[in-house]
């Protein structure tokens, strides 16, 4: 596949492969730019109707526009291959960056993954697969969501769904797990997971097999972030535990919510790191040399430029003293 050219895209080289499909690098040639393809694991005709329902998800999510997502381009068939034309994401995913250790990073990145979600949702578009390797992080610390309509094209192409690892199990609501209707509280459930993994490097629940991680998720408690974080604060792990709460009522109702109360936590963060970190302008005035000050023109001389004028009077004084006397006493 590497070095050949599907339809006006030279495929550059291989950049990852997953259940849903393979991602390659490849040369816009007609406008010039970098672009993934993302070769689903189709083999058969498609009916009309799944023609016409992949065209509708592929506008949709195409229609998401944000800096923080990942953009769509298009949905292209090539003879039997269907492919996603995307945006291509310079970085690493969010796993080589776990665990995000500085609070502050921790709170921006969560904030801004917050903040697409909320434009997805806006939309009408949930995610489904939220993962911590749906997260990209570029060299400077810019964050992109990958994977918005991609769970749609899922359904739509009825790709059959195979066992994933136990890990991955880990991030699934227990609505999606009992296999009900689901909404946006689903997403918001995996982010907790998302932002419980990035905070810690570990999961919240535990299972050495998918069958396993699905029985915790849904029955057994999280095991608590302060045992892998004692010094995060109060209010984010408050944020991540709601967010992980297994009825979908006890959890934020919308991911506005929640990134409310994100950004209340970076602004108090801020104003307490204000105070206990003094700018390097107000450090204070290393000792020097002690002042005397008086309230006429000698004020601010120091004592090295003073005392020989303080002996120089001491003399005159003495010098006057003796002299009196001696006109008093001949």
């Known amino acids: 596949m590497v070095g050949s050219t599907i339809s006006h895209y030279k495929i550059l080289e291989k950049i990852g492969e997953g259940t849903t499909g393979t991602v390659y690098r490849a040369q816009d040639t007609k406008r010039d730019r970098l672009v993934a393809l993302k070769f689903l694991p189709i083999r058969h005709t498609l009916s009309e109707s799944d023609k016409q329902r992949l065209k509708q998800d592929a506008t949709a999510a195409a229609l998401l526009d944000n800096p923080y997502i990942c953009s769509f381009y298009s949905l292209k068939a090539e003879k039997d291959d269907y492919f996603i034309v995307m945006e291509f994401v310079e970085g690493k995913s969010l796993r080589h960056s776990m665990p995000v250790?500085?609070?502050?990073?921790?709170?921006?990145?969560?904030?801004?993954?917050?903040?697409?979600?909320?434009?997805?949702?806006a939309k009408g578009i949930l995610h489904r697969n939220v993962r911590c390797d749906s997260i990209m992080v570029s060299p400077k610390r810019r964050i992109k969501v990958l994977g918005f309509g991609q769970a749609n094209l899922?359904?739509?192409?009825?790709?059959?769904?195979?066992?994933?690892?136990?890990?991955d199990a880990a991030y699934v609501s227990p609505e999606q797990i009992q296999g009900v209707a689901l909404d946006r509280r689903s997403d918001i459930f995996s982010l907790g997971v998302l932002f419980y993994h990035m905070l810690s490097d570990q999961i919240p629940f535990r299972g050495d097999h998918e069958a396993a991680m699905f029985y915790s998720v849904q029955n057994e408690k999280p095991v608590?972030?302060?045992?892998y974080r004692p010094d995060l604060s109060p209010g984010f792990v408050s944020i991540v535990e709601r967010a992980l709460e297994k009825n979908p009522e006890d959890r934020y109702q919308t991911v506005d919510e929640m990134l409310a109360e994100?950004?209340?936590?970076?602004?108090?963060?801020?104003?307490?790191?204000?105070?206990?970190?003094?700018?390097?302008?107000?450090?204070?005035?290393?000792?020097?040399?002690?002042?005397?000050?008086?309230?006429?023109?000698?004020?601010?001389?120091?004592?090295?430029?003073?005392?020989?004028?303080?002996?120089?009077?001491?003399?005159?004084?003495?010098?006057a003293i003796f002299v009196i006397r001696a006109l008093i006493n001949p």
């Open 101 to 121: 250790m500085n609070n502050q990073v921790a709170i921006n990145f969560a904030i801004v993954i917050c903040a697409a979600f909320q434009e997805a949702h």
């Open 154 to 167: 899922k359904d739509a192409l009825k790709l059959q769904r195979t066992p994933g690892s136990a890990e």
């Open 224 to 227: 608590p972030l302060r045992q």
């Open 262 to 319: 994100l950004r209340h936590l970076k602004r108090a963060s801020f104003s307490i790191s204000k105070v206990f970190n003094r700018p390097s302008g107000e450090t204070k005035r290393p000792m020097t040399k002690p002042f005397i000050r008086f309230q006429g023109k000698t004020a601010g001389i120091p004592w090295g430029k003073m005392l020989p004028m303080l002996v120089g009077v001491l003399v005159l004084i003495l010098v």
